[in-house]
């Protein structure tokens, strides 16, 4: 092509551009593509997987009630659960997404394009989901799914266990959801990786350590509420229809706190940690 | 392009606009005043990234309270300040802010590639932005704010730490690919050359408040030349001198400023100055460039 061309080429150029909702998605699915890529992510994720298939061979041939295994996949080490590799995913790939765009101040780039910054904060998000989506959800899918092939490949037991699916999905969620929205808060107080992932960490074991310790004080259950992964164990219980069981240094004790409280807490956690995002977002467009 | 009508920004007790009204005309506008004068505060207002305390701004017709960030996608933004992310290359991260303008993957692409060959960056744009030269850095967020064909392209300090063969070159560069493009440019910048070299308007903007707007060419036509001229009495009779020859003056203090129009000036006042008896005692020629300009109206 001559220069008389490209110059008419750029002259006339006129860009049909897509719509935000396109644009967040785009957004967060390139990052998830680029992290994907991270040999430390695919480590963590290829670990999930292998304890997810380890636990098929080993432990649901025992098992009668198909309910309590999804929470062991999510329950954590003293349940041989797979709990400990979803925070270090969301540590090592959660830590790093708003710190990194804060640290190379490529946020400000972002925060000029056509996002709010709401939008920015669910793009992150979503890259965070489809990551876990990856690392979570479809071993769990693939759990019902062998519970189904053992049963006979019956549509009757799909149609029996729809709770089950349906359960699955909805804790996927809320277990992704609130260890994104953590990590992502603490990924946007600092521009360092490494001190956001330690944070985040700190931020989900350090209460857990310190209400397990109250609770053998004071043999108080509602003390455990204020630990995120405690309140995920309830969550957890109640959208399986089980009785709720949390554990405490390794022991598993019954609670009765209703599903009210849980569940408004949990949605209480999320509104303010992705307040809290948005609001240091604006702050650091002020001091700009 | 832009028109804000009493816009006010406070930040706290600090007042950053206090009710600056202006309309900014299309072409290529050049946004002047010192620091804190309320320049990048002006642009994060049109921009849309955060809201004024009271007043309104329109920008390319629409309401930017209104409009919400779907208006982004008519501008680009250049920013002062270092953005761009080292561990992308300088073709990764221009097609990602195409894509994140709304663009389809092979059209980012496709662009890309066309404005950086426009910005002369040869093969060095697959490499990492980590190992880019000051200049390079430069083009590239210059590129990242025109990929996607804004009617506006609001440029922060584009020359901003560049060395003379290169800042001249950015100032080429953006007024060709404005050109071309037939994009609006509101450069912000402290250098009243870039503006001299670039820009059509000039907004001179000092402690939130508008100072002046101006047509460059009428402001360039407006800077004085003159001859300061002192001479003894008698000094009416010298004037009336000046006057029969044409040549207009001004009295500024113990001297007479005698307006220059070419070389001939110094022999016509020579002429007057005999004429008239007047001693001469000083004939010396001086300007008021466009800084002279700005630093009165700043004040």
Not at chain 1, 81 to 101: C, E, K, P, Y
Not at chain 1, 233 to 252: I, K, L, S
Not at chain 2, 38 to 67: C, D, H
Not at chain 2, 220 to 245: N, Q, S, T
């Amino acid at each position: 092509m001559n220069e008389a061309r490209v110059m008419e080429r750029y002259r006339s150029y006129n860009a049909v551009l897509g719509d935000r909702p396109a644009i967040i998605w785009g957004m967060g699915w390139r990052e998830f593509g680029r992290m994907i890529r991270n040999r430390w992510v695919q480590l963590v994720i290829a670990l999930v997987w292998l304890q997810t298939l380890l636990m098929t061979l080993l432990i649901l041939p025992f098992q009668t009630d198909p309910q309590p295994i999804h929470l062991l996949l999510y329950g954590d080490l003293e349940t041989s659960g797979i709990r400990i590799h979803l925070v270090l995913l969301a540590a090592i790939t959660g830590g790093q997404l708003i710190s990194r765009d804060l640290s190379d101040q490529s946020i400000h780039l972002y925060l000029a394009r056509p996002l709010t910054r709401v939008d920015y904060l669910l793009a992150r998000l979503l890259t965070l989901l489809l990551l876990f989506l990856l690392a979570a959800l479809l071993p769990n899918l693939y759990l019902t799914l062998v519970q189904w092939t053992d049963n006979g490949y019956a549509l009757e037991w799909l149609g029996d266990h729809r709770w089950m699916l349906l359960a699955t999905l909805g804790y996927g969620l809320a277990v992704t959801v609130t260890f994104s929205l953590l990590a992502l808060a603490c990924s946007a107080l600092t521009s360092r990786g490494g001190f956001a992932a330690a944070g985040f960490f700190l931020a989900v074991y350090f209460p857990s350590f310190l209400v397990e310790t109250g609770y053998g004080l004071v043999q108080d259950e509602r003390i455990l509420l204020f630990s995120v992964l405690h309140l995920l164990d309830m969550v957890g219980h109640e959208m399986f229809d089980a009785p709720q069981w949390v554990t405490v240094f390794g022991f598993t004790f019954e609670v009765e706190l209703g599903w009210r409280t849980p569940f408004l807490l949990l949605a209480a956690i999320w509104v303010a940690t992705a307040s809290a995002v948005t609001l240091r977002l604006q702050r650091l467009e002020v001091t700009r | 392009m832009i028109e804000a009508r009493r816009l006010v920004k406070q930040f706290g007790a600090v007042s950053a606009l206090a009710g600056l009204s202006v309309e900014v005309p299309e072409g290529r506008v050049g946004l002047l005043g010192p620091n804190g004068a309320g320049k990048s505060t002006f642009i994060k207002l049109a921009l849309g990234i955060f809201s004024p305390t009271s007043g309104s701004v329109e920008v390319l017709g629409e309401s930017v309270t209104t409009a919400g960030p779907t208006l982004r996608q008519r501008i680009g933004y250049m920013p002062e300040h270092d953005c761009l992310p080292a561990r992308l290359t300088g073709v990764e991260f221009v097609v990602e802010m195409a894509q994140i303008s709304g663009m389809a993957r092979q059209a980012a692409i496709q662009r890309t590639h066309e404005v950086l060959n426009h910005l002369r960056m040869g093969e060095e744009k697959y490499r990492p932005i980590s190992e880019y030269s000051g200049g390079m850095r430069q083009k590239v967020k210059l590129a990242q704010g025109l990929v996607h064909g804004p009617e506006l392209v609001i440029l922060d300090e584009p020359t901003s730490g560049l060395d003379p063969q290169a800042r001249r070159e950015m100032l080429r560069t953006i007024r060709t690919l404005t050109e071309l493009g037939h994009s609006n440019v509101l450069l912000s910048t402290h250098i009243l050359h870039d503006v001299e070299q670039i820009c059509d308007h000039v907004i001179i903007v000092s402690q939130g408040k508008l100072q002046m707007v101006e047509q460059v060419e009428s402001l360039l036509a407006k800077l004085e030349d003159w001859i300061e001229v002192r001479v003894g009495e008698p000094r009416d009779a010298f004037c009336a001198e000046l006057k029969k020859r044409k040549l207009d003056w001004q009295e500024h203090g113990p001297a007479l400023r005698v307006s220059f129009r070419d070389d001939e000036t110094f022999d016509v006042i020579l002429a007057a100055a005999e004429e008239s008896g007047a001693p001469l005692l000083q004939m010396e020629r001086a300007t008021r460039a466009l800084e002279d300009l700005y630093l009165e109206v700043v004040k």
